[in-house]
């Protein structure tokens, strides 16, 4: 995949220009609740930016794969030191018992979703699971859906599934892309 051939510090420049452009979302500026995610391998750094969510005093919260129901369930997170730690593929996630699960999914008004590539008009190539679909799905109200990505994460044309749910904005460390205005 091409983002693994980025450097560590071009990854990590794209992904400051990226969190800075995420912040200034009026989507985000409007949201009480944001839905973000911890990053693995050489995907956008979302670090940086769910720092600055949580000095915002923003209610942050994060996935955790219930291996059960194969559902992602969500966590309040308000301390990344003490309430995350190392979970499925090594990605850092909440700790269930310092943490308190989103009993209404409806509460989330953003969500930052990941994905291996995207293509202008909001669709999204996940992870093969579909672990945010299914999420998503469940939501009567739907939040504003956004994806961070580099760049050449960007393609022509994703195929989708009718259970695929696609983004309304993409912004890369050079764009923010109104998606929705592209269907």
């Known amino acids: 995949m091409l983002r693994e051939q980025l450097s560590p510090d071009t990854r990590a420049l794209y992904s400051a220009a990226i969190s800075g452009r995420l912040l200034r979302l009026p ?3 409007e949201a009480d609740t944001v839905l973000g995610y911890m990053n693995f391998g050489a995907e956008f750094a979302s670090e940086l930016w769910i720092t600055q969510v949580l000095a915002e005093g923003k209610r942050l919260v994060l996935p955790k794969v219930n291996h059960h129901t194969n559902q ?15 979970g499925l593929w090594g990605i850092r996630e909440p700790i269930t018992e310092r943490c308190e699960r989103l009993g209404r999914l409806d509460e989330v008004e953003f969500a930052l979703l990941p994905g291996v590539a995207f293509a ?3 669709a999204r190539l996940g992870y093969g699971k579909g672990f945010y679909d ?3 799905a469940q939501m009567m109200h739907r939040p504003a859906l956004v994806a961070a990505a580099f760049a050449l994460q960007i393609v022509e044309q994703i195929p989708q599934e009718p259970t695929d749910i696609k983004v309304e904005w993409i912004v890369t ?5 109104a998606c929705s205005m592209l269907r």
């Open 120 to 122: 202008r008009d909001g």
């Open 27 to 29: 989507e985000y500026r």
């Open 134 to 136: 299914r999420l998503l």
């Open 72 to 86: 992602l369930d969500l966590y309040r997170v308000e301390d990344m030191e003490n309430q995350l730690a190392a």
């Open 173 to 177: 460390e050079q764009e923010t892309i």
